[in-house]
């Protein structure tokens, strides 16, 4: 089945300063990754997807890279801001089985 | 406009226990899972449905048993629970099979 394996497991960023979050899969066949965000006490919410077609997708602050050859998707937040702080889940599929990734917290320092 | 419900939101019980998670959704998602969720590991799914009547499993489904009589509700039971089953286990829904999948806000469960 799909690995994927994500770093760092945690991460302290200045405000404004920019964060970068690395995943890689084990999987091929995967076409298919999504970026998750969960604040304390809450379930996970969607922020940013990209599809196997794509290298580069931006939304406001949030990008999200994908190297199909190297086999490895990166989240990048720009500008951080206090809200901005939770736990981020990288995730691979090629059907509707997400493998997700173990998480990384991040923590926005004012 | 409840969205996506789990109940209860905490539980307590013993070994060799069966207990019974619910799921309800309100948008008539096809697409359910199941995941459980512990330090270290992310997210594991445990049981997905892709209808009503149609389940399959995940990868950790030993222990648990799922059913779906109807497209808005997804039970999850550990039909004797053990300690390792001890997480926090979030339901989600998809409209679609590589879809956004939506999360409940979580169930904290405790085996002791």
């Given at each position: 089945g799909e690995n994927v394996e994500q770093h760092p497991s945690t991460l302290s960023v200045q405000e404004g300063d920019s964060a970068v979050i690395k995943c890689t899969y084990s999987d091929?066949?995967?076409?298919y990754f999504p970026w998750y965000k969960q604040e304390l006490g809450k379930g996970p919410q969607l922020i940013i997807d990209i599809r196997s077609n794509v290298g580069e997708k931006k939304d406001q602050r949030i990008a999200v890279t994908l190297n199909k050859t190297a086999k490895h998707f990166s989240l990048h937040i720009t500008?951080?801001?206090?809200?901005?702080s939770a736990v981020y889940f990288c995730a691979a599929s090629n059907d509707y089985k997400l493998s997700f990734g173990a998480g990384t917290t991040v923590t926005v320092r004012a | 406009d409840a969205g996506i419900t789990q109940s209860p939101r905490y539980k307590i019980t013993e070994t060799g226990r069966q207990v019974t998670l619910m799921c309800h959704q309100?948008?008539?998602?096809s697409y359910m899972f199941w995941y459980r969720q512990d330090l270290g590991h992310g997210l594991r799914l445990i049981y997905y449905s892709a209808a009503a009547d149609i389940t399959d499993k995940g990868e950790v489904p030993d222990g648990y048993v799922v059913s779906r009589s109807k497209t808005e509700n997804f039970p999850l039971t550990l039909e004797s629970a053990t300690r390792s089953q001890t997480s926090v286990y979030f339901c989600a829904s998809s409209v679609s099979p590589r879809g956004e999948q939506y999360f409940g806000p979580g169930t904290r469960l405790t085996v002791t």
């Open positions: 091929s066949a995967s076409n500008e951080t801001q206090p809200e901005d | 309100t948008w008539s998602h």
